[in-house]
Every structure is written in structure tokens, then in C-alpha cells.
């Protein structure tokens, strides 16, 4: 069969370096010519982003982070760098902290540099995320994008083996999710696919040794192109699951998407049995939810939804929220009797395999 597809493949700029930051920081800020910046980082990552921003000169330090970007945070974050005169931000950091930059930038089209210090992802996507009245909406705009990323190996050595696990899952998510999302293409699958092999190798060194700089790379490494490969093929259904839990119920984002990915997979894997393959073939084992579960075991991951802090009360009302947001192309049909029987069995952390024969 002939292919036909089309793909898009986002500018941006990747620096990957162990203890270049600081200097691959200021050479782009020299590049871009910014004059005031602004450098965003949570209080607990205060040091190393003064040590990522040494060489160079910074207008307005700005610490206020939340998770998952309540708009009051971004509403105040985004006046500072207007009052400031700001024409270039730095965020260093998770997650929560390159959300927080691209809400910025998505008002003010200011550029954006983002060190990244875990394996989120977000700093290789064009997607945003805001919540408002807990209620979490994302977005897709090219401003957001961050111009040039900065990976420094260096940077994530102190972030917990726990959080690495978790950190790490939730980049395995987006390229699972890649395989089955609303513009898939063989160009994004085969990115998730090799995202899938960087994870599942760097992962186990870390959970082993977390100083294991070979560890980090290959996971700092998965990470970014398990980001390239989902703005690419766009948010899947388990992304618009955790979407939903993270903004409605306040569950810890990276947990909450490492808990819920084998029941995503074990749902899907059934209807999609090419995307399957591949999976496996990326972990080297008979079937996808095999290798993922086998690598979960070995990392000790995030199990049930209930350790976070979701109860039973809350499924009816996810249910009803994540429906009308499941992608038409999710190669499973979603009912709210099967996507109630997936969030309960994510909710105690049953065998996923349950969910294969729904």
C-alpha cells in the first residue's frame, strides 16, 4: 500500500550537553539578543537555576509556580513580565514551570528558552494547559513553543529516583499516545517507537543507580522525543484521562499519567494491533503491555490512582468530562461503561489485563 500522510515538524532548537547549561544559556541569549529576561523557577529549584543563569544577566527572578497553571498564576505572572519590560523568558524546571512560560508566551509572544530539569516533556510541544475553576483546557499554539531547549544531564542527577520514575513514565505516555493519536503518521510513530526504547533502557539505570549519567541521557533524551512525536500526532485519549483528573481533583501530574498508562494501553492494544506491535517490538518484548508492565515492575511505578488521592465518589463525574474530549480517532470505541471500568481499575490498581477482553 502506498503511504499518505502529512507531518509537520516543529523549528526549535535542541542544545544537549552534561554541564553546559549555564554556557549554552548565555550563547542564546547572546544569539537572540535579549536584553531583559526572565527567569522562572520553582522555589525548590532556585539554586540550580541561579547556577544555569550565572553567565548572564537577569531582569526579574519569578518563583510563583503551580501545578498544572491555575490562571490567577499565570493573570500574575504574565503583568510581571509586562511591568518588567521583559523580551525573553527562561523557565528551569518541570513541567509546571515550562506550562507557566508558555502561558506567559501565549499572551505576550515572547520567546521562550527552557532548561529542562526532569523528563516531562512539555518543553518540546507547542500544547498549553490552563486551569479555571478546576478545569483543566489545553491548547495548541506555535507561540508557545519554545525557541531553544537546553538539556543538561547534569541538572536532573538530584531529582529523586521516585520522581525520575515518574517523570519518566509520563514521557513513555505521550509516546504510547503518539501511536494512536488524531494525526499519527509512520514519521511520529517511529519517533515514540525509538522514545520507547531511550525510556525503557535509561529508566532501570536510574531506579539502579541514580547517578547514572548514562541513565539520564538516554532518559533526558526519550523525553524529547517522546514531546517531538506527541505534538506531532496530538493528545490521545489518555492524555485527555489525565487531563481531567490532574485539573479537575488536583492529582500530581506526572504520577497520576504513570498510574493510568497500562489501562490506557491494555484498553487500546486490542483494537490497534499494529500500534501494538510496534510497542512491543520498541520494549524487545511478545506484546506491549507486557514489556511496559515488565519495566514498571522493575522501576517499582506509581500503581493506583488511589494513592493520590482519587476516590470512587469522582469517577461518575470524570466519566462525564472526559467523554466529549476522546479523540473520534481512539481506536477503541469509549462508552461510560468501559471508561468507567478503566478509571476503576486504575483507581485500586488491578491487573490491567482485565481490561484487554472488556
Not at 514521557?171 to 515514540?192: F, K, T
Not at 515488565?294 to 493506583?304: M, T, V
Not at 478503566?342 to 491487573?351: I, V
Request: hydrophobic share 50%; proline share 5%; net charge negative.
Amino acid at each position: 500500500m502506498n503511504l499518505s500522510f502529512e507531518h509537520v515538524t516543529l523549528g526549535q532548537r535542541v542544545l544537549f550537553g552534561t554541564g553546559a547549561a549555564a554556557a549554552n544559556l548565555a550563547a542564546e541569549v547572546g544569539r537572540l539578543g535579549a536584553q531583559r529576561v526572565m527567569v522562572i523557577a520553582w522555589d525548590r529549584e532556585t539554586p540550580v537555576a541561579r547556577t544555569v543563569a550565572a553567565d548572564i544577566k537577569v531582569a526579574l527572578w519569578h518563583h510563583d509556580v503551580v501545578m498544572h497553571v491555575p490562571i490567577e498564576v499565570a493573570e500574575k505572572a504574565r503583568a510581571a513580565a509586562a511591568e518588567a519590560g521583559i523580551d525573553l523568558l527562561v523557565c528551569v524546571g518541570g513541567g509546571s514551570t515550562t506550562g507557566l512560560a508558555k502561558a506567559i508566551g501565549m499572551t505576550s509572544r515572547l520567546p521562550i528558552i527552557a532548561v529542562p530539569t526532569t523528563y516531562a516533556g512539555s518543553e518540546a510541544t507547542n500544547v498549553w494547559g490552563l486551569t479555571e475553576s478546576s478545569r483543566k483546557t489545553t491548547g495548541v499554539d506555535d507561540a508557545v513553543l519554545p525557541v531553544t531547549v537546553i538539556y543538561d544531564v547534569a541538572l536532573t542527577l538530584s531529582l529523586p529516583v521516585e520522581m525520575s520514575v515518574a517523570s519518566g513514565l509520563n514521557g513513555m505516555a505521550h509516546c504510547i499516545d503518539s501511536m494512536w493519536g488524531p494525526r499519527v503518521d509512520p514519521i511520529n510513530a517511529a519517533l515514540g517507537a525509538e522514545g520507547i526504547r531511550a525510556l525503557s533502557r535509561g529508566l532501570p539505570l536510574i531506579a539502579e543507580d541514580p547517578s547514572s549519567t548514562e541513565g539520564r541521557e538516554q532518559a533526558l533524551y526519550g523525553a524529547y522525543l517522546s514531546a517531538v512525536a506527541f505534538a506531532s500526532a496530538g493528545s490521545g485519549l489518555h492524555h485527555k484521562i489525565c487531563h481531567v483528573l490532574g485539573g479537575t481533583y488536583n492529582l500530581p501530574h506526572a504520577q497520576t499519567h504513570a498510574t493510568v498508562l497500562p489501562y490506557v494501553l491494555a484498553f487500546n492494544a486490542p483494537a490497534a494491533p499494529d500500534a501494538a506491535a510496534r510497542i512491543a517490538a520498541a520494549f524487545g518484548t511478545a506484546d506491549a503491555l507486557t514489556g511496559l508492565q515488565d519495566l514498571r515492575k522493575r522501576i517499582d511505578a506509581p500503581k493506583a490512582l488511589a494513592d493520590y488521592g482519587f476516590t470512587a465518589d469522582g469517577i461518575a463525574e470524570a466519566v462525564a468530562i472526559i467523554l466529549p474530549a476522546v479523540p473520534a480517532s481512539n481506536p477503541r470505541s469509549v462508552t461510560v461503561e468501559n471508561l468507567t471500568r478503566l478509571l476503576q481499575t486504575a483507581l485500586t490498581g488491578e491487573d490491567a489485563r482485565v481490561l484487554l477482553d472488556l
